[in-house]
């Protein structure tokens, strides 16, 4: 009966565990079915019909998948437990989080870009409102008003209960399709879908110019979402399988797209070729475009019937709604956690409130969304940045997930010139139909990233036997005598002469606040060298002494904050002697929030460096000794010695 029981509860937790990562699923298909799945499904069946959508979809939904695949290995790999992968990612997001940034930016301004202008701009240009001011504020008010659904949905649900909204939202966007498909008969698709791309100058050499910058942007793009790290760090934490889930997700993405998509070719097909050349528009680059051609047949086909253009319309408002609210919750949880650890003295000025909101960022996403609007951009012209710009971002992500070489800072400059670089050329080869310049722009990253990954490995083990050279030669006897002989090098700070006057209370040289001393036998050991011990007590002296030039106004007595050392590094250089003069440099290295950095240099008597280090402070209120920000009179007194 007891093991009847426990098998019982193994199954039932198997089935919940099932059936959780299925609720994730769905959830990483909503969030990613964002402006490039959901309308460029269209285009590229529009442009080439099933061969088109299937070489979109299946790279799309394989990239999903194997993103979930790779990142449960990595939170396997790593210790921690449930909270693995969120430790792995607080290290690995560091060098990139610029660039996590620019990737939502991109992203949500090309999802509400395309809504509001393959649903929006031709619902309301079909009302005729009376003028184009009336269309453009109208224009205006519908990005704002799906921006405001979407922060609206992303407060309302965190990732702890967005599964729960987003299956809600599921069910919703699946009795759409049931309606859609039961109202529509639609087997009978009809011969427009095949033929019509060579009518609108899609050829078939361009067919293979789209093809390989769409593999390698759909294969590496989740890596540089931050709505999938974050669900792949929840799901973990559930004790969920990751790879289970994106399994499911890549799945029912996969399935939304071959809806969406053969939605368009029906549409073609019913309508004939007609209807879809007028529906087709000519974009900057003369290229014809009909991402809204579902759009416009819907509204003008079923006059005696509004459930079916309701359906279709509320499929692409959940779409869209389910990327808006997840792209909220992950910038509010990415914002909030670098904000909060954030060296930056910029970021310790502005409200933590403001900062850390994904509000500013949702009204530049407006801003961005309203300037392609205006511009006459097209989808695609976003979606050179994601088979471009980021590749090469993308593709070192996932290298130093797995390949222990590709650890060093990351080049910054050179990755950044790279990849706009790569962006100029794939955007040029597109406006002019060369397919040589869009497979450079897409293969370029991928090559210097592998060549960033092989010549780090080199460079560590030419290193590495420098090094070793370098020890095994410090032992000759000749090289020995020469370095006891060497003359030092003399900073470019020197210390007072003996004999010259000297404050003692010190004195400021720029910025470094400067304070001198005579070494006495106290400070010296049995050897007749300074104690190591000395130097840090030099340091606090000097310290003490710096602050009460900085703040000549603070009284312990009634301060209501208290400063206290939170770490403290020193690295020693050179030795010191008895009655030597020993000068303390010290200054405000930089400040955030809460912390103050204080960097200090030790000189001896021939201005030798002996030692440098730093500190951090904290600050506490002296009342409960509860953690503080920088108080203002503190920050008043630094900030120009910074």
């Known amino acids: 009966m007891t093991c009847g029981v426990a098998g019982l509860a193994v199954v039932w937790g198997m089935n919940l565990r099932w059936l959780n990562a299925l609720l994730w699923g769905n959830s990483v298909a909503l969030a990613w079915m964002w402006g490039l799945g959901l309308f460029f499904s269209v285009q590229i069946s529009f442009m080439y019909g099933m061969n088109g959508l299937l070489m979109f979809a299946i790279p799309n939904a394989i990239g999903l998948a194997m993103f979930g695949w790779l990142t449960h290995i990595v939170a396997k790999r790593h210790q921690g437990g449930k909270e693995s992968l969120a430790l792995f990612f607080d290290k690995f997001s560091k060098p990139f989080r610029l660039i996590f940034y620019i990737y939502q930016i991109v992203a949500l301004s090309m999802t509400v870009f395309a809504l509001v202008k393959y649903l929006f701009f031709p619902l309301l240009s079909a009302m005729d409102l009376g003028g184009y001011a009336i269309l453009a504020l109208s224009m205006c008010m519908s990005v704002f008003v799906v921006l405001a659904a979407g922060a609206l949905f992303g407060e309302e649900f965190g990732i702890r209960k967005i599964k729960a909204g987003h299956a809600l939202l599921g069910g919703l966007l699946v009795l759409c399709i049931v309606v859609i498909l039961f109202s529509l008969d639609p087997l009978s698709v009809g011969a427009g ?176 969304s309203l300037i392609g609007y205006f511009a006459k951009f097209e989808l695609e012209y976003f979606m050179v940045f994601f088979a471009s710009f980021f590749v090469g971002y993308a593709a070192l992500a996932i290298a130093r997930c797995f390949v222990p070489n590709s650890q060093e800072p990351l080049p910054q400059i050179r990755m950044f010139s790279m990849a706009c670089l790569c962006l100029v050329i794939f955007a040029f080869g597109y406006m002019v139909n060369m397919n040589l310049l869009m497979y450079l722009g897409s293969l370029l990253p991928l090559v210097y990233v592998v060549w960033l990954v092989t010549t780090t490995d080199l460079l560590r083990l030419v290193t590495e036997k420098a090094g070793e050279v370098m020890d095994a030669a410090s032992e000759i006897p000749a090289i020995k005598a020469m370095a006891k002989t060497a003359i030092p090098v003399k900073s470019e700070v020197t210390a007072p002469v003996s004999g010259e006057a000297h404050d003692l209370a010190g004195h400021f040289e720029g910025k470094w606040f400067v304070y001198s001393m005579i070494a006495t036998y106290q400070d010296t050991n049995s050897v007749g060298n300074v104690y190591f011990g000395m130097y840090p007590l030099y340091v606090g002296k000097t310290r003490e002494l710096f602050f009460n030039a900085a703040m000549p106004d603070f009284d312990l007595k009634t301060t209501k904050f208290y400063i206290l050392t939170r770490s403290f590094e020193h690295k020693f250089v050179r030795e010191s002697r008895e009655f030597d003069r020993i000068t303390v440099k010290i200054k405000v290295a930089d400040t955030n929030r809460k912390f103050v950095t204080l960097e200090h240099q030790i000189f001896g008597e021939d201005g030798q460096l002996l030692g440098k280090g730093k500190q951090s402070l904290l600050f506490v209120s002296s009342k409960d000794y509860g953690l503080l920000d920088i108080p203002s009179e503190v920050y008043t007194s630094f900030v120009k010695y910074l």
């Open 193 to 368: 879908i095949n033929g019509l791309g060579a009518s609108h100058e899609y050829t078939s050499s361009r067919f293979w110019g789209y093809a390989i910058p769409l593999v390698v942007g759909l294969l590496v793009g989740p890596w540089l979402d931050l709505q999938h790290w974050q669900r792949a760090i929840q799901i973990h934490r559930e004790g969920t399988s990751i790879r289970l889930s994106y399994v499911f997700g890549g799945l029912i993405f996969f399935l939304l797209l071959l809806f969406h998509g053969f939605l368009a070719m029906w549409v073609m097909g019913r309508a004939g070729d007609e209807f879809t050349s007028t529906v087709a528009h000519s974009g900057l680059d003369g290229l014809y475009y009909a991402h809204d051609i579902g759009v416009k047949f819907f509204s003008g086909a079923f006059d005696g019937n509004s459930i079916v253009p309701a359906a279709y319309f509320s499929f692409l408002c959940i779409c869209v709604l389910t990327t808006l609210d997840s792209g909220y919750v992950s910038l509010k949880w990415f914002l909030g956690k670098n904000v909060e650890k954030s060296d930056n003295m910029l970021v310790s000025i502005i409200p933590k409130q403001i900062i850390s909101s994904p509000i500013p960022t949702f009204l530049l996403i407006g801003i961005v």
